[in-house]
């Protein structure tokens, strides 16, 4: 199995910026799918943004522009760079992984992202 531990989360003022880090471990396999989903209270869990095995990165509607999706070469770490931010980006922030040779998804545990004034 793949453990994600996503570090970054907290609180910020409209406008604001974070960056969250995720950290892979376990059994890698290459190629994969590394990306960051979002569960905002009392809504079902959503796409931000995700780098396929051919390494093509996606975003939600609702971030481009806005954030950033990148990848560290030398470990195996994906970052989501979110700038002016806004109250409706209030969620926990999944970090995401799927091998391309897997069926199974793994998924870090969260951290919390408020956008408040």
């Known amino acids: 199995q793949v453990q994600l531990v996503e570090t970054g989360g907290g609180l910020v003022q409209p406008g604001g910026s974070l960056r969250l880090s995720c950290v892979a471990s376990g059994r890698l396999r290459n190629p994969n799918s590394m990306g960051w989903y979002r569960q905002a209270p009392g809504k079902q869990r959503e796409l931000v943004a995700i780098e396929s095995i051919h390494g093509n990165i996606n975003y939600a509607d609702s971030v481009k522009g806005r954030f950033i999706l990148s990848r560290d070469g030398t470990v195996s770490t994906v970052y989501l760079q979110m700038n002016s931010l806004k109250p409706e980006d209030t969620a926990v922030y999944y970090c995401?992984?799927?091998?391309?040779?897997?069926?199974?998804?793994?998924w870090g545990a969260g951290t919390l992202v408020t956008v408040s004034s």
């Open positions: 995401y992984y799927k091998g391309a040779f897997s069926a199974q998804n793994s």
